[in-house]
């Protein structure tokens, strides 16, 4: 099973924000960081599914240290999501 790493942030009066350095544009956010996390699971299947049904190639997952290098993508928190589609 296919795991892409999701990124926590949460900024003063927001909910916790889960971001994929791998499908710019998909993100989910939860009161919790443990509701989050369960969104994240359902967000990042939502938008996969999306991008097959357009036909669009599925990226393979970038490996978190190359994540945590790049500056752009400043992490609080990283997590690794399981791709799980029917």
């Given amino acids: 099973m296919r795991q892409y790493v999701g990124l926590i942030h ?3 009066g927001s ?3 889960v ?3 791998d499908f710019p544009g998909a ?3 939860g009161a919790t960081v443990e ?3 369960d969104l994240a699971e359902e967000a990042l299947a939502f938008h996969v599914k999306g991008m097959i049904e357009d036909g669009k190639a599925v ?3 970038t490996p978190l240290e190359q994540i945590e290098a790049d500056p ?3 992490v609080w928190s990283a997590i ?3 791709l799980k589609i029917d």
């Fill in 10 to 12: 949460k900024e003063a």
């Fill in 15 to 17: 909910h916790f924000g």
């Fill in 19 to 21: 971001s994929f350095p």
């Fill in 27 to 29: 993100v989910t956010a």
């Fill in 35 to 37: 509701e989050a996390r």
């Fill in 59 to 61: 990226p393979p997952p």
């Fill in 72 to 74: 752009e993508h400043p």
């Fill in 80 to 82: 690794l999501v399981p």
